[in-house]
């Protein structure tokens, strides 16, 4: 989930930077090259991932064991915090001690893949059929596929039915309505609308449906359709209907302002809704990002992680993980992961049942269909566009910078080698 993740704070920008050659080195020591393959019977495997809540490991402690026991091996599971991911994986593939099963953020993969550090799901006959297009995309590399997701993510409009209904307001569905809705929505102690605009990856996560619905995009952020959804962000800060403390809350710290009162709309993912749900007095719903004009659809930004093979030189314990991948990915785990993790099931066809099943999740079903990958465009450089995004949020929404001449510097961020 780009959530928790999501989970665009789960990555740092720079992270990769210099350690591409490490990895690039290290791949010829674990594919089986040199000493030649690795044999023996295969009791138990390990895995590695990134879900350290205690309740979130456990559900994928139970999915993980079950799909164990049909492979015929035990699950050694390992999950460190998600800014310690990448950091471990290079650190292992140095080591030749790669886990046979890796999870990574989907936005990760190509990065990953285009190391060597990976199988392509192919090589096992993995079926990859009924995903749709944009979330097997996020696990391709080079037409590979290399990583699958069980469960997918994106963002939507969160707002508070008993605010709308006491100011008469209607759930906005344009940029001019949701500037008319959040400036009637503001009184004492309440703003009308809330995003996360914080210094990393998750501002350029919830920042992306505003650019890419209005014809913008990330391979050139230096034009009018950018500078517009900015100059959005920008005057709901300036007209007061959304607090300027933006600039410093995660996705975490938007929840709880909604959850609290003290703001009557959201920017959000489905993660959030186990949490919504426990307060019984807060009646809220969800609907799709405004669009610059009615009739439009809102293209989002996917979210969520894939689960891959590191290439190893034991054919035997390749063959074993990529048993329990599949059966991460049948239909059936997919539902009981998706409806755990308050997220969309990855296969097309489960996600519509999940929807007739939760009408919550419908929305976000919806717009997972159209869902674009942030790396579809720019691949191993999207973490440029990413950090050259957020950074023009920043001095945009403190004044330092019109939105033009914030993008003219996020361009030059992003186009730097």
Not at 262 to 271: D, K, S, Y
Not at 389 to 415: D, F, V
């Amino acid at each position: 989930m780009i959530s928790p993740a999501g989970r665009p704070a789960r990555r740092i920008a720079a992270r990769l930077t210099g350690a591409m050659a490490l990895l690039m080195a290290a791949t010829g020591c674990v594919d089986g090259s040199g000493s030649g393959a690795v044999t023996g019977k295969v009791t138990s495997l390990t895995v590695l991932d990134y879900y350290t809540q205690r309740s979130e490991h456990a559900q994928w402690d139970q999915v993980l064991d079950a799909c164990g026991k049909t492979a015929g091996v035990r699950i050694e599971h390992t999950s460190v915090p998600p800014a310690s991911l990448i950091p471990r994986v290079l650190r292992q593939a140095s080591a030749r001690t790669l886990p046979d099963l890796l999870m990574l953020d989907n936005a990760d993969l190509q990065r990953i893949a285009q190391t060597g550090a990976l199988t392509p799901l192919s090589r096992y006959g993995i079926d990859t059929g009924g995903f749709a297009e944009g979330i097997l995309s996020a696990g391709t590399y080079e037409g590979e596929v290399y990583g699958l997701a069980p469960y997918v993510s994106t963002v939507a409009l969160f707002y508070n039915k008993d605010m709308l209904a006491e100011a008469g307001v209607a759930v906005p569905r344009t940029w001019d309505e949701l500037k008319e809705a959040a400036a009637g929505l503001t009184r004492h102690g309440r703003y009308g609308m809330a995003v996360d605009a914080n210094a990393t990856f998750e501002s350029s996560w919830q920042f992306l449906p505003f650019l890419w619905s209005n014809g913008g995009n990330e391979k050139r952020l230096d034009t009018p359709q950018a500078a517009q959804a900015l100059q959005l962000w920008v005057d709901l800060v300036r007209n007061g209907s959304m607090s300027k403390s933006v600039l410093n809350w995660t996705q975490a710290d938007v929840h709880d302002q909604f959850a609290a009162g003290r703001t009557a709309m959201m920017i959000n993912g489905p993660w959030r809704i186990a949490a919504l749900d426990k307060d019984k007095d807060l009646h809220w719903g969800v609907a799709p990002i405004p669009v610059p004009r009615l009739g439009q659809s809102p293209v989002t930004p996917l979210g969520g992680e894939v689960w891959t093979l590191p290439r190893s030189r034991s054919e035997d314990r390749q063959r074993k993980a990529a048993d329990v991948l599949a059966c991460l990915n049948t239909p059936s785990n997919t539902l009981t992961l998706a409806k755990q993790h308050f997220t969309v099931p990855s296969r097309t066809a489960v996600a519509a049942r999940y929807a007739e099943q939760d009408p919550s999740m419908a929305v976000f079903v919806k717009s997972v269909r159209g869902a674009r990958v942030r790396t579809g465009e720019l691949g191993v450089r999207w973490p440029k566009a990413a950090t050259g995004i957020y950074t023009a949020i920043q001095s945009a929404l403190t004044g330092e910078r019109t939105p033009e001449e914030a993008l003219e510097h996020a361009q030059q961020i992003a186009a730097a080698d």
